[in-house]
């Protein structure tokens, strides 16, 4: 039997590993909670099992963290890990703190073949899924390396929501996304409620669908632009699965979530959606068609992209016009951006497979000129 990497595994995975080593469920439990309760990776310690099965484990399984390269801590408080993924890749993830929560934001692939216009990652092409194992470890890490830091007793958690808003597109790597969703909602896992753990997502439509039926948890939507012309250019996947097929996904997905809300992330550029008639156009798109909330992020700039981040003026002109719409509007922070540890800075290190340069090259941005309306 090869060896097996446990992070790999939500609890009925490992139940079934288990017993093709001839052990019951509840060690499985027991093992997984050694695992990501207790943040135990050395089988020889882990004292309730019995003595055989901690031998036959250590023949066959690991726990695999992954290989740590740097950390960066930005003044805010936020922290950004860079891990070594192998074949020269490397993917971020990022700590942000808060008064009353922990959020860890974590990556799901090694670049993203979405390629969105305005975002690092997207430039820098896509190289290969996360295995399951490799979206828990980050998770597994966080909270363990966080505890002895920040001296949490026992049962205290470090991370208290996660976020699936670092590298890649999630709902383009949906069979290791949904085993991983599911150790983090695990009682004996990390516990944490559907309403705590979000995916966001470019808009994959047939996968929103699924994942309402397979596990529904929050769902954010980067929406970033009113029209179909003007998404198709920011956000290529939108060629595939337009506006309405989108919105559409958005309400089926209303009747599973575990909040009676999507959030509509808006990344706001500088001449290119930002304009009060584009708030007004958005508006009028989601208005007594999805109960929604929008999220606005100022455009994290980063090398090569060309664009611009709108001013705060426009930024506040266009919250108005939504929230005098009534539609719940945020303006997000800007966290870690000291340190590249902004929404659409991580840019880790990618060994492009797709020729994304070229192909960019030959697609150029086009700025609307739109006046103040
Ligand atoms: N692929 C998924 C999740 C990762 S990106 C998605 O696109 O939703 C997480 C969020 O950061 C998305 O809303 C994305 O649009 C936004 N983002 C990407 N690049 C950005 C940038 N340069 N500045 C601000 N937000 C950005
Ligand atoms: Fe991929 Fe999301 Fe970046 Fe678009 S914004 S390129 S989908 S990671």
Known sequence: MSVANLLDFDLDGLAAHCEQLGEKRFRATQLFRWIHQRG?????????????????????????????????????????????V??????????????DRGTLCISSQAGCAVGCTFCSTGHQGFSRNLATGEIVAQLWFAEHELRRRLHLAQGERAITNVVMMGMGEPLQNYSALVPSLRVMLDDHGYGLSRRRVTVSTSGVVPM??????????????????????????????????????????????????????????????????????????????????????????PFNPFPESGLVRSTLDAVQRFAQVLQEAGIVTTVRKTRGDDIAAACGQLAGEVQDRTDVKTRRVARPIRIHAQGNA
């Open 40 to 84: 135990e990776r050395d089988f020889s310690r882990m004292t309730d099992l019995a003595r055989s099965l901690r031998d036959k484990l250590a023949a066959t399984a690991r726990v695999d963290p992954l290989v740590l390269v740097s950390e960066q801590a930005s003044a805010d408080g936020t922290v950004k890990w860079l891990f070594d």
């Open 208 to 297: 929103i669908d699924r994942l309402r039926e397979d596990c529904p948890v929050a769902l954010a939507v980067s929406l970033h632009a009113p029209n179909d012309a003007l998404r198709s250019e920011l956000v290529p996947l939108n060629r595939k699965y337009p506006i309405d097929e989108l919105l559409g996904a958005c309400v089926r997905y209303l009747d599973a979530a575990p909040r009676d809300f999507i959030t509509f992330e808006y990344c706001m550029l500088d001449g290119v959606n930002d304009t009060a008639s584009h708030a007004h156009a958005l508006v009028a798109l989601v208005k007594d068609r999805v109960p929604c909330k929008f999220n606005l992020i």
């Open 86 to 99: 192998g074949a020269g890749n490397a993917i971020e993830t990022v700590y942000i703190p808060e008064a």
